[in-house]
């Protein structure tokens, strides 16, 4: 993977993660409102397999390909190497 490959997984990544911020707010704001005791693992609980829980998940996995997978060299022809002078 390139540094541009690399620089473009890591910020789509974040994009995908603000996504999910935004709508978990929404979620929690909406659930928030139609329950009069709120409890976070249940919030949590209900949050499973929704869209905002897959951004996250997919915006992470982004994130850390972008920050894991090493830089690709690329090859270089030597000018010292003997098979390629022009004795």
Known sequence: M???GKAAAVLAGA??????????ILDLNAYNHMSGDFSWPVFMKSVIGTLP??????????????????VRKKKRISVQDREH???
């Open 53 to 70: 829980f897959y951004l996250a998940l997919a915006g992470s996995f982004l994130i850390l390909a972008g920050g894991l997978i090493p």
């Open 2 to 4: 390139t540094v541009i």
């Open 15 to 24: 994009q995908l993660l603000a996504s999910a911020a935004v709508l978990l």
């Open 85 to 87: 002078s022009l004795k």
